[in-house]
């Protein structure tokens, strides 16, 4: 595959115990890599062990990291970024895919911005059983502010970034089991970071309701115990990270149909910021 971009790319796919969809993980990402690029998986303590589908077809190597021991998307991750060699790293979740063209456009943004603190998202596409339910094409941030009331522009699938980001942001919050792009990227956001959006709809997603109550609300504990040690945030950005995470609470106590809690926290969250709205601007264009 020909580019016009030198960086290459490291690919770090997390994986626990999902063998059969890896397989189609690792050949959406490998159809858009070269010989410069890369491709990490990580066996997050899987039992039994992930094996690598035969991939001589691709130009780019795909190499199997091991956890003994289950570390969780964010150590898992982190474990792949420690062993990943090249300047540009992107995650793919192991139960999701890639479409064409999506790394290209990407690359070739990132690529407009030399030297800069920036994170490239993209479109994806939710599905369930197998049928397309939902499209998100994201905005780009406007300030740093945006990072504070939201984490629209996630999934980790859809992200492309340069390795130095974490080098000066620091590695994903290791421990947290939810909520963990959104904690990062308040670090990125506060070291002057920015998110960019290539237009094409780069991923598909399978649509989960897995985040349960008691995950999501020791991480949100965590984020706002860590807010406090990071200097200069302002007063509206507190209050707009406590409305979003009452929004994932919500979230989580409807998938355990709890729809008492459920209300009280979609409440709560409209009174810490009032809006017309749930989300607290509006993240999406185009898509439905």
């Not at 030198?6 to 993980?25: K, M, N, T, Y």
């Amino acid at each position: 595959m020909a580019l016009d971009i030198v960086d290459g790319v490291s690919v770090i796919i997390p994986v626990f115990g999902r063998q059969a969809s890896l397989s189609l993980a690792i050949l959406s990402a490998a159809a858009q890599l070269c010989a410069d690029d890369e491709i990490l998986v990580v066996d997050d303590g899987s039992s039994p062990p992930i094996a690598l589908p035969a991939m001589s077809s691709f130009a780019a190597p795909v190499r199997l990291l091991r956890s003994e021991i289950n570390l969780g998307a964010a150590g898992a991750r982190n474990l792949g970024l420690a062993h990943a060699q090249k300047p540009l790293v992107a995650f793919l979740d192991s139960d999701d895919v890639w479409l064409e063209g999506k790394l290209t456009a990407q690359r070739r943004l990132l690529a407009e911005h030399p030297g800069e603190l920036v994170a490239v998202a993209c479109g994806w596409q939710e599905t369930e059983a197998g049928r397309v339910v939902r499209r998100r094409l994201p905005v780009p941030s406007r300030s740093r502010s945006d990072f504070f009331a939201g984490c629209w522009f996630c999934p980790g699938t859809t992200l492309l970034t340069r390795r130095s980001a974490f080098e000066l942001c620091g590695p994903l919050p290791e421990g947290l089991r939810r909520l963990e792009d959104l904690e990062w990227f308040l670090r990125f956001a506060l070291a002057g970071g920015r998110l960019l959006v290539a237009d094409v709809m780069g991923a598909s997603i399978a649509r989960g309701g897995n985040a349960r109550p008691a995950a999501v609300e020791e991480a949100a504990e965590r984020i706002m115990q860590g807010l406090a040690a990071m200097p200069g945030v302002m007063e509206r950005e507190r209050s707009d990270l406590l409305a979003y995470l009452d929004l994932e609470r919500a979230a989580a106590y409807g998938n355990v149909g709890d729809f008492v809690a459920r209300a009280r926290f979609l409440a709560l969250s409209l009174l810490r910021r009032p809006r017309l709205r749930i989300p607290l601007q509006n993240w999406w264009c185009g898509g439905t």
